[in-house]
């Protein structure tokens, strides 16, 4: 049994500094998650699809412009902006004729989105897996404190607090932000003083579907991008998202951090069952806060 | 439903004529059908109570139950392990599937149960992931992501015909069994519970205790109909307790209609069907599953059964009963 056989200080920090990386691709996708599900109170199953969504259409577009520095980032930019589109022709043509449902309709609405959209996928890009790679500039390591790191997963450690913070300054200093958390309280009473509650409820649906296209495109050069990954990464971010209390940003990231870091260390505790230990935790942590470890917003 | 305590002798009869004789052209069916249509029978019957199981806790408790599907696999993998991994006769492992599996529901549902609506099912599905996990990873055990294939089950099931058999027998078993659950004073309690949970709990009845006990049997139920499916397959594998399938039980339900007894067995028939023949022309089967399922929410919220049983209603001219 190789039980913690190969746990040792660099190992340790390394998967730390891993674990960050993937913690910032949890944070992005559970966040818009959490935001739709705070605000428009959809569990939003299809979020996962648009995940795969951005991450194949981030591979489309940096094969389009031949990759290297440019389509890196042509793709980057793109592909979000795209997933937004799609969520939009979604939300507007299908799903404002639905928010009066109880929520296990919209469960199953979303979880019929996910279905169209995953055979979508396949005939759009095929079954086979798809890589992207890096620009030259993001190939190679660092060395911190003397361990070598991936260029690409420090970048990802930093997009992370700056998508976060930006979150935090729509959410709480913009007047779409505020009127959206009011909303979230009651939208009647918003919609009695004259807003248009409609179309502030698209715009919050089109940025959470902005964000799980972004997590997309910014996994996309980390790991194969293949069918499936949608199932995958839904679980996960529902996970998050109840464990850090529904609706709350810095919840969604505090689960992300927690699930992010109890996956890459579990590696080295125990590899066989790495897969387990991030669901270990999330039962634990809602035992002792059956409704997330901060406060949700309803 | 006040009626039926009134009905004479010779209606309860009438009542019951049509599915003697359904039960009837079913023990006849291997007769006249090939093999494959036997073998298709005894998976729609084998789904079919896995979704009217569901529908004990979902439709008939009005709970969240988002990860059914987790009984249903440890009730197949009960059976295939103790026919793989023990010198047990495969039989213990039958009588052995309901009670694992009730097993696992008390455990996840005294978690659960606490919780209501969203939170209870967003809480049994991790824990259920959980459950996923630990099969999907433990290689030496439960085969891992590949399973198990080749269960040898006793010889006078392990043909087509003897499988339908079993589960035709176990199916008509189990829904005369749940069929005099829903009608008892738990399954009339737990439908209080769903329709008013703080007046249930004021004229005494205790909720949480009577949602616990609905999961519990609603599991047990679960792992028959997981035993019966490595008997059909004869295999089983990790995808029987991943959260899609669970969604695709609450589809047939929906599909049949929630507040009918037999209607989730309707809709896994549909939904089971529909798979095998739109397999035959295209790979895109899930597209279709999907479509069918958002004009089902656009439209037909009610389900097929229920649409059918309120028109017919609507034209025998008598007033429409508040349908819930």
């Keep these: 049994m190789d039980f913690a056989s190969n746990i040792t200080i660099s190992a340790l920090f390394q998967q730390a500094l891993v674990g960050l990386s993937r913690t910032t691709i949890l944070f992005i996708v559970a966040s818009g998650l959490s935001l739709i599900l705070g605000v428009l109170r959809i569990p939003n199953v299809a979020h996962g699809s648009l995940y795969m969504i951005g991450a194949f259409i981030m591979y489309s577009v940096n094969h389009f412009f031949g990759g290297g520095q440019a389509g890196f980032w042509m793709a980057v930019l793109l592909s979000p902006v795209a997933v937004a589109l799609i969520s939009l022709a979604v939300e507007r043509g299908l799903f404002q004729y639905l928010y009066e449902r109880e929520h296990l309709m919209l469960l199953l609405f979303t979880f019929s989105i996910t279905l169209v959209f995953g055979d979508l996928v396949k005939m759009v890009w095929g079954s086979d897996y798809r890589c992207v790679d890096l620009p030259a500039a993001f190939q190679g390591f660092f060395t911190i404190l003397g361990f070598p790191f991936p260029r690409y997963n420090l970048f990802l450690i930093i997009i992370g607090p700056v998508v976060a913070f930006g979150l935090w300054f729509l959410t709480n200093k913009t007047r779409i932000g505020k009127i959206a958390r009011a909303a979230a309280v009651d939208r009647e009473m918003v919609g009695a003083i004259g807003i248009n509650v409609s179309l502030v409820f698209a715009a919050v649906f089109v940025i959470g579907c902005f964000l799980a296209g972004l997590g997309g495109a910014l996994v996309a050069p980390t790991q194969n991008i293949r069918q499936g990954m949608d199932h995958a990464i839904i679980i996960e971010a529902f996970l998050i998202v109840i464990m850090g209390g529904l609706g709350n940003i810095w919840g969604a990231l505090l689960g992300a951090l927690i699930f992010g870091l109890t996956d890459s260390i579990g590696i080295l505790v125990w590899p066989q069952f790495a897969i387990v230990f991030p669901y270990v935790v999330v039962v634990i942590a809602l035992l002792f806060c059956p409704k997330g470890l901060l406060k949700s917003t309803w | ?324």
Aim: hydrophobic letters at 55%; glycine letters at 10%; proline letters at 3%.
């Design chain 2, 1 to 324: 439903m006040v009626k039926e305590s009134i009905l004479s002798e010779r209606s309860a009869w009438k009542a019951l004529a049509p599915w003697l004789a359904v039960f009837v052209l079913l023990l006849l069916a291997p007769r006249f059908l090939p093999r494959f249509q036997v073998y298709l029978t005894g998976l729609i019957l084998t789904t079919g109570l896995l979704a009217v199981s569901l529908n004990l806790v979902l439709g008939l408790g009005g709970m969240y139950q988002f990860h059914h599907a987790v009984f249903y696999g440890i009730g197949a993998y009960t059976v295939a392990l103790v026919i793989t991994k023990t010198a047990l006769s495969p039989w213990i492992g039958f009588l052995l599937a309901p009670v694992v599996s009730a097993l696992f529901s008390l455990a996840i549902g005294l978690i659960c149960v606490r919780l209501s609506k969203l939170y209870f099912g967003m809480l049994q599905i991790s824990l259920g992931s959980l459950v996923w996990a630990v099969v999907f990873r433990w290689y030496s055990f439960t085969g891992g992501d590949d399973g198990i294939h080749g269960i040898s089950v006793p010889g006078i099931i392990s043909s087509t015909d003897g499988a339908y058999y079993f589960s035709l027998i176990l199916t008509a078993i189990c829904l005369i069994v749940m069929q005099r659950i829903v009608n008892s004073p738990f399954g009339r309690s737990f439908q209080a519970v769903r329709d008013n949970p703080v007046r249930s709990e004021a004229v005494g009845i205790n909720v949480k205790r009577v949602q616990l006990t609905g999961m519990v049997i609603s599991g047990a139920f679960a792992g028959i109909a997981g035993s019966m499916f490595v008997v059909i397959e004869g295999s089983v594998f990790p995808e029987l307790m991943f959260w899609t399938l669970s969604l695709e039980i609450i589809i047939m339900c929906l599909l049949g209609g929630w507040f009918t007894f037999l209607g989730p067995m309707l809709g896994a028939a549909i939904i089971v069907l529909l798979r095998t023949v739109v397999g035959i022309y295209t790979e895109y089967w899930t597209i279709v599953l999907g479509l069918v399922l958002m004009l089902l929410i656009l439209f037909l919220p009610q389900g097929v059964l229920g649409y059918f049983l309120e028109s017919y209603k609507r034209g025998g001219g008598k007033a429409v009963q508040e349908e819930r």
